[in-house]
């Protein structure tokens, strides 16, 4: 199975920026990276999807590598309610599939 | 405007019972998915529904597990008989296009079912 891989945890300070890496090496061509995140008791949240070019939302960035085998997500200043697991997943076939995730712990 | 909606928020029963687990999705969203994340275990996929009818259904474990939505709008998810390893949480997506594209899909809280 083609699957996306991402460290299981990273920690930031607060109010730092944070880069969320994600390696998809077997990604195809029109295959989108999507990003979600999951606050504890809480079901998975939306963050940002691309496919190709670099994207902007209110929440975060994406910036998606030219060959397109990797990803990162930027968080452009932690607060304490950024942490959460956040998940790199891409549409193989019919279905997302999440891999394990990156625990993200925010220091004050 | 309402998200997705799943209840109960937790359930317990004992093995061999039947539970039947509620999703209502975002008003509009043809396209509903089932996911479930079992002990220890990442987030799986179980099935997928557009409208009323099943476009995917490759992700559910065994005959015990039977979904519906009949109508289109709301979905349930039955487990009969529940089994120990049937214990996780179970999520509701729903989106309005196919969640495989240029979309994204909108989450519930997710039941969590704890057979014992």
């Known amino acids: 199975d083609a699957k996306t891989t991402q460290p299981n945890s990273m920690e930031s300070n607060e109010e730092e920026p944070v880069h969320l890496p994600c390696n998809h090496s077997?990604?195809?061509?029109?295959?989108?990276i999507h990003w979600y995140r999951q606050l504890p008791s809480q079901g998975p949240e939306y963050v940002i999807h691309g496919l190709t070019s670099n994207v902007n939302n209110r929440m975060a960035s994406l910036a998606i590598a030219e060959d397109r085998k990797s990803s990162t997500l930027i968080l452009h200043r932690a607060t304490l309610r950024d942490a959460a697991v956040y998940y790199c997943?891409?549409?193989?076939?019919?279905?997302?599939?999440f891999g394990p995730g990156t625990r993200l712990s925010v220091l004050p | 405007e309402a998200g997705v909606t799943q209840f109960p928020s937790h359930s317990v029963i004992e093995k061999g019972q039947t539970v039947t687990l509620r999703c209502d999705p975002i008003s509009g969203h043809d396209n509903l998915y089932w996911y479930r994340r079992v002990m220890g275990k990442e987030i799986k996929f179980l099935l997928h529904f557009v409208k009323e009818s099943k476009q995917d259904e490759s992700g559910m474990p065994n005959n015990r597990f039977l979904a519906e939505r009949t109508g289109g709008t709301y979905s349930t998810l039955k487990v009969q008989p529940a089994e120990l390893e049937d214990s996780g949480v179970y999520f509701c997506?729903?989106?309005?296009?196919?969640?495989?594209?240029?979309?994204?899909?909108?989450f519930g809280q997710g039941t969590r079912l704890t057979v014992v």
């Open positions: 997943i891409l549409n193989y076939g019919q279905n997302f599939v």
């Open positions: 997506a729903s989106s309005q296009d196919f969640w495989g594209q240029n979309t994204e899909a909108f």
């Open positions: 077997t990604i195809s061509g029109t295959d989108y």
